[in-house]
């Protein structure tokens, strides 16, 4: 029996065993709200079924109003009886400012520019029957400056190792073009019919799969919302031996339409470039999450994607293909026309310490085997670790003290010497790799990129008052493939970057600002002196940049 056979016929039973009830989702971009509740499960404050590795969340899921307000009794919500409600959803301000290069992530439809950004979000939700239609659009408006991007400059053979790694193989532009950018775009919105905690329907909004704070390594906000058909739950579903959460899609993903630096670069009398497939891609995902009822705080989950061309999906009726054959060794077409990333993940929560332990393994590729597994588990491989802990402050019972980190490693290993596994979230198949709109889907650090994140912050309810420090690496595998030959050891490109932030509540006004200074070592891999000298450190092109963000929620 076929892997989608055992997972849609427990599911679509589960569907079909419960109660109506409506549900609004939470968008990811509401960073301060979802920090509050996932805080408040560690203090046992809120539902503890709810796994957080399944985002959006959804209000009608909890025991209490998700805003502390009577959704009710809103004045203004119309609501003429529990079979038919519209309403209002909060209205999003969300501003970025970069003074020199790009930096952050997790923005949603906010792009990797230099410069002033602002988006803007408002709408309502409309319930008849079983019928959900949330109509959520988003306004951006990106400065898009000019900035210093990988130095033309550079040695041809830099160009080339550059281009026969990464720009050849990922669509991840420099800069959006040379303009500054106006759009409206079709953000949270979506139309599903929900019956219980079980929705089908058609969304745009952004998803997130698993425990991560700072990285997701499957998929995040990372991007904009992308279109996708969608079967889900929409809270756990409760069973004799424990809790379920699940997610499947079908969606498109877009092209940037962007073309890389130096286009018409030539090596060897030859173009370099090698343009990529113009036609979009259809993927395939599933996510998984289980909560075991003898384990109180423990949550488990999978999650697996499949891209690939709609051409080839149409030719072949590859539209379940993340329900299809976990290794290479059966799987006829994947090595011809498909790409894959999938992960294990867990989530541990204890209310008596107030902590939480959470982890994410990802494999870029699939192994051609259990025994292949078995040999090479690092092989292609990503992980996430991190813990959060609240400590009483000044024996308060609702003031406490915050600490969280989370370490990130997505460059190679070790095995790389005698078995390339290409750089994370980069192929062969699909040379767009893992982006929707010219941004990675999963771990805002990027294609190989590691990334080490404390925060330490005051937090009483929703207000927030902290410090962010954070070491980021980026893309240790091109700065491998670049300086391999000459055996530089010094060009390391390396953000150390300090933040403060704070959220504060005023009533139905939830302000969200942080502030911080980001120091680049080598940035884009840059040293002062392109020769070796008797002094063996010698300074890199190091660059200080200022980066801040407000974000502005008024709950009607």
Known sequence: MQLKTYIIVPILFLAFCTQLKAQSSLPLSFDAINEYHRRNQLLGQFDSTV??????????????????????????????????????????????????????????????????????????????????????????????????????????????????????????????????????LWGQSSIKLEFGPVAFGLSNENIQWGPGKRNSLVMSNNARGFKHLTFNSSRP????????????????????????????????????????????????????????????????????????????????????????????????????????LASIFLRYFWTSTKSEFYFEFARNDASWNFRDFFLEPGHAAGFMFGFNKLFPYKRKSDEFIEANLEWTILQQSANRIIRNASTFYIHSRVRQ??????EVMGAGIGPSGNSQTFNVNWVQGINKIGLQLERYV??????????????????????ISAFAKATWQFDDLIIDGKLGVIKSLNYQYQILDQLRTPQFFIPGKDVINVSAGLDLIYIF
Do not use: C
């Open 51 to 184: 796994s957080f590795l399944k985002l959006p969340l959804y209000s009608e899921s909890f025991s209490k109003p998700l805003f502390g307000l009577n959704e009710e009794t809103s004045p203004t919500g119309f609501q003429k009886n529990k079979w038919m409600n519209v309403k209002l959803l909060p209205v999003l301000s969300k501003s970025v400012y970069n003074r020199k290069q790009p930096y952050g992530w997790n923005n949603g439809s906010i792009l990797p520019a230099s410069g002033y950004q602002q988006m803007i979000s408002a709408g309502f939700s409309a319930k008849v029957g079983p019928l959900k239609i949330q109509l959520y659009p988003e306004y951006l408006y990106a400065q898009n400056k000019e900035y210093d991007g990988f130095p033309l400059e550079a040695y041809d053979l830099i160009w080339y190792n550059y281009y026969r790694s990464q720009l050849n193989y990922i669509d991840t532009p420099e800069r959006f073009g040379e303009k500054s950018i106006n759009e409206v």
């Open 433 to 438: 790799g893992y982006t929707n709109y010219g």
């Open 237 to 340: 579903v409760k069973t004799p031996i424990g809790s379920f959460e699940w997610q499947l899609i079908g969606a498109k993903l877009e092209n940037s339409g962007y073309t890389p630096p130096r286009p018409f670069f030539t090596y060897n009398g030859r173009f370099v470039r090698n343009p990529k497939n113009p036609d979009w891609r259809y993927m395939s995902g599933l996510m998984l999450g289980y909560q075991p009822k003898w384990i109180p705080g423990l949550s488990l989950g999978l999650t697996r994607v499949v891209q690939q061309y709609s051409e080839t999906a149409k030719q072949n009726n590859d539209y379940l293909a993340a329900l299809g054959s976990v290794f290479r060794k059966n799987d006829k077409i994947d090595d011809i026309v498909r790409d894959q």
């Open 474 to 495: 980026h893309n240790n595998d091109l700065y491998i493939d670049l300086f391999t030959i000459t055996q530089d050891p010094r060009r390391h490109w390396i953000d």
